[in-house]
Every structure is written in C-alpha cells, then in structure tokens.
Nanobody
Framework: QVQLVESGGGLVQPGGSLRLSCAAS????????MGWYRQAPGKQRELVAHIGSGGSTNYADSVKGRFTISRDNAKNTVYLQMNSLKPEDTAVYYC??????????????WGQGTQVTVSS
C-alpha cells in the first residue's frame, strides 16, 4: 500500500495563502491522477482540484482562479497552492493519488488529512 503524507495546513487570515503538499512514501511506477478533496464539518467530502497524468487540471467552481494544483513526478508529490483564502475554505483537506507501484500493482490512496482554517 502506498502511504501519502500531507503537510502545509494551518490557520490563516482571510485573503492569505497556504501551500499544501502530499508526498508518496514508496517507489511508484506511474501515477494516473492526483487530486485534492476537502470536507467541512457537517458536509460531504468534495473535489477541490484534480490533475491528470498528462497534466490537465480541473477545479471546483468555488476555487477557480484562487487555487492551483501542480505535481512533481520526480518526487511523487502533488501540491495545492491556495491564494485569496476565504472563511468558507475552512475544512480538512485530503489528497488522493492513483497509479501503479514499482511492483506494477494498482493503488488508490488517501492522505491523512490536514486542517485548513481561515479566520480573523
């Protein structure tokens, strides 16, 4: 199983920025797709941003123009740059990665979640 380690969450004021990182813990042969999801209290988990194997991206309407997803294939890491943060962005953020391990086994893993709180 591929473990994902997230970092970068925290408390930020409205209008501020944070950068989340998610790194895979073992050797990976290929990654199909990487994404960030979030879950606010009392709400369902929702897709925030997604990046495909070819680099194509898509975003939730609520974060378009403010968030940017990127990936470093050499480091098996996906990032989420969050700018102009709003209180409604407060949630636990989870990364999700699917692909093949170095043993050519399919995996789909979730990170442990990192809290992002936007408040003055």
């Amino acid at each position: 199983q591929v473990q994902l380690v997230e970092s970068g969450g925290g408390l930020v004021q409205p209008g501020g920025s944070l950068r989340l990182s998610c790194a895979a813990s073992r050797s990976i042969s290929s990654i199909y797709a990487m994404g960030w999801y979030r879950q606010a209290p009392g709400k369902q988990r929702e897709l925030v941003a997604h990046i495909g194997s070819g680099g194509s991206t898509n975003y939730a309407d609520s974060v378009k123009g403010r968030f940017t997803i990127s990936r470093d294939n050499a480091k098996n890491t996906v990032y989420l740059q969050m700018n102009s943060l709003k209180p409604e962005d407060t949630a636990v953020y989870y990364c999700n990665v699917g692909g093949l391990t170095s043993s050519q086994l399919y995996f789909n893993s979730w990170g442990q979640g990192t809290q992002v709180t936007v408040s003055s």
